[in-house]
Nanobody, 122 residues
Framework: QVQLVESGGGLVQAGGSLRLSCAAS????????MDWYRQAPGKQREWIAT???????NYADSVKGRFTISRDNAENTVYLQMNSLKPEDTAVYYC????????????????WGQGTLVTVSS
């Protein structure tokens, strides 16, 4: 029904920047909220940021002030701009939609992208 495809990961030095993209197969306005998560080896998946269809944003304390989530509705794409990257930001980053079109918000299937690897070197 819905597919999410992340891209933009790679290797970057500490202090550098990357811009991740999450391309959706449906209008992102239909998904209500979009999220970014990350997961480092041996760690639990961590919520990073949320962007609502009304363009409200929320960030984890670990990335607040450094990361920015945004959208391009024409491209059905959500972005995560990552600045001032730190080695501890190294992880696989996942795009997430918690509410799919046609489902109520409290009982909707979720969809995850395949992930894109971000490696930050010291």
């Amino acid at each position: 029904q819905v597919q999410l495809v992340e891209s933009g990961g790679g290797l970057v030095q500490a202090g550098g920047s990357l811009r991740l993209s999450c391309a959706a197969s449906v209008s992102i306005d239909k998904l209500h909220d979009m999220d970014w998560y990350r997961q480092a080896p041996g760690k639990q998946r961590e919520w990073i940021a949320t962007l609502t269809s009304g363009d409200s944003t929320n960030y984890a304390d670990s990335v607040k002030g450094r990361f920015t989530i945004s959208r391009d509705n024409a491209e059905n794409t959500v972005y995560l701009q990552m600045n001032s990257l730190k080695p501890e930001d190294t992880a696989v980053y996942y795009c997430h939609a918690g509410v799919l079109p046609g489902f109520p918000t409290d009982r909707s299937p979720e969809v995850w992208g395949q992930g894109t690897l971000v490696t930050v070197s010291s």
